[in-house]
């Protein structure tokens, strides 16, 4: 395990997903603090969406301005824009539509509504990443050289699946594999929709922190092989590792696998 792999362990579902949602929101602030704005990367799931609405239901939530939030998706189901599947969808209920976000800020995964296919949808959103990456190094006081192919991504969150994928990337796919793109269409999800788009790990690994939150018994087997070191082509989600810290958000069911001394890394 990486020495910037720290784990925070959680009693139940809602403690989760409330912590979540405050460390988020601190998080957020320190950045704009910082620099003004910041950028997090959402992912859907059942922990993931909880967390959005946590965030809205924390007193803390107005301190944000979340006018100068960036917001991008590590995955995407590719089914229709209005599709209750869509993350998208989920997200803008469960929080963009109640906080006072800057559309232009928001880079939702193209749907079937406005491509033929997940790899279209895939290819334009690598352009989007790169166009908003040349915008922010240009804007850097050391615009010289190559603009990167992805924006500065502040927090990335990331649920886990029973079967240890992360965004779209599932075990022993091409997608998992991928080393070049930056994002990826799949047309054969062994879970349904079939056809997503994705980040790929190269991409999500260029964020300065990436959080893993998973909740549930579940995906204790995940958990516990992704934090002993498995092969990411096997177990995608041993292979996400954030830049400055990796950050592990699970309940104690997620927790049940995970070897007793990897929680010396407990983070308080």
Known sequence: MASNVRINLHPSFDVLAATTAARLITKLLDVQNER??????????????????????????????????????????????????????????????????????????????????????????????????????????????TAPLVPRFDVLLLGIGPDAHVASLFPEMAGIREKTLTAVGLDNSPKPPPSRVSLTLPSINTATEIWLVAAGNDKAGAVGLALAGANPVQVPAAGAQGLVKTLWLIDQDAAAKVPGQLMLRHEN
């Open 36 to 145: 003004g704005e910041a950028t997090v990367v959402l992912t859907g799931g059942t922990v993931g969406i909880a967390t959005l609405k946590a965030i809205v239901a924390s007193p803390a939530c107005p301190a944000v301005d979340w006018s100068k939030v960036n917001f991008w998706w590590g995955d995407e189901r590719f089914v229709a824009a209005e599709d209750a599947d869509r993350n998208a969808l989920q997200a803008s209920a469960a929080l963009l539509d109640h906080i006072p976000i800057d559309p232009a800020r928001v880079h939702q995964m193209g749907s079937t509504d406005d491509f033929a296919s997940a790899e279209d949808a895939a290819t334009a959103y690598a352009a989007e990443l790169a166009a908003a990456a040349a915008q922010e190094h240009a804007r850097a006081h050391d615009a010289g050289g």
